[in-house]
């Protein structure tokens, strides 16, 4: 089975200053990862995923993740946030082995002022 | 292409009453998740389906929840009947072949309150 834990229930933090929400995960067998993000008053957008390859991956908005097999991490970060970053951040893993269910984390609530 | 859409966007019922929640995936998405996130907690798997193939249902609470997904196309949720504890947000998602492998698209929700 698999479990992902996020510490960090809300991050607050200011504009333009880098963050960093972090990702931990358990698996006994190979995953693929992934960050979904939920703005105010919507569903669920795929923010980047990790599937194989360069172990760093890059969203289209400015964030990155990084898979650290070892440390069982994929901690998400960006060197300098928006207000628009406000939102809900959730890590999530999957079996890499066909179509699978994600398992997911708490959630990371990233507030972001001025 | 249009995104997976849910009905409703708010329910709220009351203890004991029937609610039916709708989920269209995206068109030619074969496989469907059901998710549910109770307040402060982490989003869990209730099931999957494989065209209308109950794939995975490991998730499902109790036997006062049943998806049907008949022909394939769209699903429902059914709770009946329905407990304080149901409360939550229900998302569901979809996810085809090809490229994307392994993307799930998810719906906006169906926050669900019962009282």
């Known amino acids: 089975a698999q479990s992902v834990t996020q510490l960090d229930s809300q991050v607050p933090v200011f504009e333009e200053a880098p963050v960093e929400l972090r990702c931990n995960y358990s698996?006994?067998?190979?995953?693929?990862l992934f960050w979904y993000v939920q703005y105010p008053n919507q569903g669920l957008q795929l923010l980047l995923k990790?599937?194989?390859?360069?172990?760093l991956v890059e969203s289209i908005n400015g964030f990155e993740a990084e898979f650290n097999k070892s440390q069982t991490s994929f901690h998400l970060r960006k060197p300098s946030v928006h207000i628009s970053d406000t939102a809900e951040y959730f890590c999530?893993?999957?079996?890499?082995?066909?179509?699978?269910?994600?398992?997911f984390g708490t959630g990371t609530r990233l507030l972001v002022s001025p | 292409e249009a995104g997976v859409t849910q009905f409703p966007s708010h329910s709220v019922i009351e203890k004991g009453q029937t609610v039916t929640l709708r989920c269209d995936p995206i068109?030619?998405?074969?496989?469907l998740y059901w998710y549910r996130r109770v307040m402060g907690k982490e989003i869990k798997f209730l099931l999957h389906?494989?065209?209308?193939?109950?794939?995975?249902e490991s998730g499902m609470p109790n036997n006062r929840f049943l998806a049907e997904r008949t022909g394939g196309t769209y699903s429902t949720l059914k709770v009946q009947p329905a407990e304080l504890e149901d409360s939550g947000v229900y998302f569901c998602?979809?996810?085809?072949?090809?490229?994307?492998?392994?993307?799930?698209?998810f719906g906006p929700g169906t926050r669900l309150t019962v009282l």
């Open positions: 999530a893993v999957t079996m890499n082995t066909g179509f699978q269910k994600l398992v």
């Open positions: 068109s030619g998405h074969d496989n």
């Open positions: 698996s006994s067998v190979s995953v693929y």
């Open positions: 990790y599937l194989s390859g360069s172990t």
């Open positions: 389906f494989v065209k209308e193939s109950k794939q995975d």
């Open positions: 998602a979809s996810s085809g072949h090809g490229t994307r492998l392994n993307e799930q698209f």
